[in-house]
């Protein structure tokens, strides 16, 4: 499973760092993704990275302000999180992608697994 924390509640403008870290797997061998959830709104994806090459990709509403990086040596996964504005908004959460994905990735949630509880995002005056 993966846990992801460091959420909280910060002004518009600010920044955040956000972690996931694993239990039972090796975050290494898989592509990894985070994704959040607003309030009735479904689960999308904010980034990927692949698992071979480390590929990046973004959803628009984050490219310049989020940042996706790995240490495997501490089987972790960071999200680093700037210019927050109020719609990022929501909790966020952490997955492995089921499928091989070496050198690109997909942040589509419909293929990932491992979830586990997220973490809460407030972006607010």
């Known amino acids: 499973q993966l846990q992801a924390s460091g959420g909280g509640l910060v002004q518009p403008g600010g920044s955040l760092r956000l972690s996931c870290t694993a239990s039972?797997?090796?975050?290494?061998?898989?592509?990894v993704g985070w994704f959040r959830q607003a309030p009735g709104k479904e689960r999308e994806g904010v980034s990927c990275?692949?698992?071979?090459?480390?590929?990046?990709e973004y959803v628009d509403s984050v490219k310049g302000r989020f940042t996706m990086s790995r240490d495997n040596a501490k089987n972790t996964v960071y999200l680093e999180m700037n210019s927050l504005k109020p719609e990022d908004t929501a909790v966020y959460y952490c997955?492995?992608?089921?499928?091989?994905?070496?050198?690109?990735?997909?942040?589509?949630?419909?293929?990932?697994?491992?979830w586990g509880q997220g973490t809460q995002v407030t972006v607010s005056s």
């Open positions: 990275m692949s698992s071979s090459t480390g590929t990046l």
């Open positions: 039972g797997i090796t975050l290494a061998y898989y592509a």
């Open positions: 997955a492995t992608d089921r499928l091989l994905r070496l050198e690109v990735c997909d942040p589509d949630p419909g293929t990932y697994e491992h």
